[in-house]
C-alpha cells in the first residue's frame, strides 16, 4: 500500500538552499525529502483509491483561491517534538483553508497535533543542532504565490517524489 502525502513546494530558489541547510546542519532525511508545507501528512493510501483521490484533489484544488506565503524567520516546536523550523509570516490562513480542503473525504486523517503550517529545516537532531538552525535562519525571509500543490507518493529507495500537481481554482 503506497504512502501518499500532499504539500504545497517551496519553490526555487529557496527550495534548495533549505535542503541544503537541512543537510548541512545534519538532518540527512532532507535528501529525500522535497522542501515543502504539508497540507495532508504521510497516508497510506490503497493502491485501488489513488484515483478517487486524485478526483478529489483536482476538485480541492478547483475550490481554493490562489493565496501569497511570506516565510520569516524560524520557530520550534520543542519540547513537544524536536523541530525547527521557518515560520509563515503570511499565508497561514490560505494554508489552513487549502488543507481543510484536501484532508475530506479519502484524505480524512487525524491529525496527532494541531495543524501549523511551517517548513521543516531541522528534526531529531540534537539540541546543539536545533538550537544552531533556530538561531541560523532567523533572518531568512522569502515571498512567493502559492498557485498549486503536489501529491507526493514515498518510495522506499527515491524517498518524496512528487506524481500530480494541482492548479488552485
Known sequence: MPTIGVAIAIPEPWASELQDYRTSVGDLTATQIPTHITLVPPTEVPDADLRTVRAHLTHAASAVSRFDIHLRG????????????????????????????????????ELHYPYHPHVTIAHHLDDEALDRAFAELAEFECRFAVDAFSLYVHDADAGWRATDHFELG
Open 74 to 109: 524560524t520557530g520550534t516546536f520543542r519540547p513537544v517534538s524536536p523541530v525547527v523550523f521557518v515560520t509563515l509570516a503570511e499565508g497561514i490562513s490560505g494554508c489552513e483553508v487549502l488543507a481543510d480542503a484536501v484532508r475530506q473525504g479519502p484524505l480524512e486523517v
